[in-house]
């Protein structure tokens, strides 16, 4: 089946440094990306919708100079946070989305999250 | 906007015991609604998904039917297991093409020998 990879798993960084996750779709392209972030014991929350080959899309509220999404081919799309700080420290995942044949719906497939703590 | 409402948890159950978790959605048209599993230290999973009323999603014992008329999907299993244990996540995406899904806040389930 479909495979999503993040990289890396979990993060520590310092206050003020940048870090860049990585979203890889390992069987198939994905031209659409999602970016999701998990606060402990809560929902996610959609942050951007990433678009191959053009700018994503950010959910009210995200600042799209904080996290930067690039998605470059249709098997990477990468979130770097930038001048991270403790109150980015959270549960990233990312989601591709596949399509479910006659069905028509398209279900998501997520990766296994990126754990960042910002020191 | 298109919302989704889960019970709140946690859900504490002994092992054989059944199962109910309620899902009520708001939502314009007709979208596909999904439940996910995330296990701990895991990624979301996908469990079930149902793509039109009255639908019934199943798999590994947990199933859910797509009730248009209350607007709801809730989960149902008829005998847990300790592997259950999980937080489970209720959600909608739109009608066509790649919709975002939009997440219930999450039930987290314990269930003990």
């Known amino acids: 089946g479909a495979v999503v990879s993040q990289h890396p798993s979990w993060v520590i960084c310092k206050s003020g440094t940048s870090v860049k996750i990585e979203c890889r779709s390992l069987d198939f392209q994905a031209t659409t990306m999602f970016w999701y972030r998990q606060f402990p014991k809560q929902s996610l929350m959609l942050m951007a919708t990433s678009n191959e080959g053009s700018k994503a899309t950010y959910e009210q509220g995200v600042e799209k100079d904080k996290f930067l999404i690039n998605h470059a081919s249709l098997t990477l799309s990468t979130l770097t946070v930038t001048s991270a700080h403790p109150e980015d420290s959270s549960f990233y995942i990312c989601?591709?989305?596949?399509?479910?044949?006659?069905?028509?719906?398209?279900?998501?497939?997520f990766g296994a999250g990126s754990r960042l703590t910002v020191l | 906007g298109d919302s989704v409402t889960q019970m709140e948890g946690p859900v504490t159950l002994s092992e054989e015991a059944f199962l109910t978790i309620n899902c009520t959605y708001t939502a314009t048209g007709y979208p596909s609604l999904f439940w996910y599993v995330q296990y701990p230290g895991e990624g979301l999973q996908l469990l079930l998904k149902?793509?039109?009323?009255?639908d019934k999603g199943s798999n590994k014992g947990f199933e859910a039917t797509y009730r248009k008329e209350t607007t709801s999907f809730h989960l149902e299993k008829g005998s847990v297991q300790v592997s259950d244990s999980a937080v489970y996540f209720c959600a909608l995406s739109g009608s066509g093409g790649y919709n975002k899904l939009i997440f219930g806040a999450g039930t987290r389930l314990a269930v003990h020998p």
């Open positions: 149902a793509t039109k009323a009255d």
């Open positions: 989601s591709a989305a596949v399509l479910a044949g006659a069905s028509g719906a398209n279900v998501l497939t």
